[in-house]
């Protein structure tokens, strides 16, 4: 999906059409309306194999976020933080990539959850793959956070779909040992 297309393609998406409008909606100001605009001219502007990338790359770190039923500040801060790492993205576009991403993760959730991750397997080095999972649990464990039943039952489900065998994935998963709330007990 094209940043386009989520925003409405050339209007602005707070304004509905006239005969629908049944409440008057505040317009945004025009400053915040330009800035969006220019960061999804920026994003657009990024080569198809590298917006295909980032995307798939931010809606894998929503799953494991969403894995509990709740996204909250931490991880999304953690989410930012990666994406504009990972993405060489400016703090204004990592914060919209996220965003959208998490939306996107929220409208269709588990029916894309497979495709997208797939997709990233395709379009991504094996190095990538194996920061991608780092960077999941370092979302799971956000601001201190131990890493959930949850959390670590959807790691273990991205690893399979990025084609990491069990004992990758343990490898891994031991520098984290000390955040999994199963071996607190």
């Known amino acids: 999906m094209s940043l386009d297309k989520f925003f409405g393609k050339g209007g602005n998406k707070d304004e509905a059409p006239?005969?629908?409008?049944?409440?008057?909606?505040?317009?945004?100001?025009?400053g915040e309306t330009e800035t969006v605009r220019k960061l999804v001219a920026e994003l657009n502007a990024l080569p198809p194999d590298r917006a295909i990338w980032l995307a798939s790359f931010a809606y894998v770190l929503t799953r494991v976020a969403a894995s509990d039923l709740d996204?909250?500040?931490?991880?999304?801060?953690?989410?930012?933080?990666?994406v504009q790492q990972w993405g060489a993205l400016t703090?204004?576009?990592?914060?919209?990539?996220?965003?959208?991403a998490e939306t996107q993760s929220n409208l269709v959730g588990g029916t894309d959850d497979y495709l997208v991750t797939r997709r990233f397997r395709d379009v991504s080095s094996w190095e990538e793959r194996t920061q991608l999972l780092h960077c999941l649990f370092a979302v799971?464990?956000?601001g201190g956070d131990t890493i959930s039943a949850q959390e670590s039952h959807e790691i273990r489900e991205i690893s399979d779909e990025l084609g990491f065998t069990l004992p990758e994935l343990n490898e891994v998963r031991r520098q984290y040992a000390d955040r999994l709330a199963a071996l607190q007990r």
């Not at 006239?18 to 025009?30: C, D, F, H, I």
């Not at 703090?91 to 959208?100: F, G, H, P, S």
Request: glycine share 0%.
């Open 91 to 100: 703090e204004a576009q990592a914060v919209l990539v996220v965003q959208i």
């Open 18 to 30: 006239a005969e629908t409008t049944l409440v008057e909606r505040p317009a945004a100001p025009t």
């Open 140 to 142: 799971a464990s956000a």
């Open 71 to 82: 996204v909250d500040q931490r991880e999304t801060l953690e989410m930012e933080k990666i």
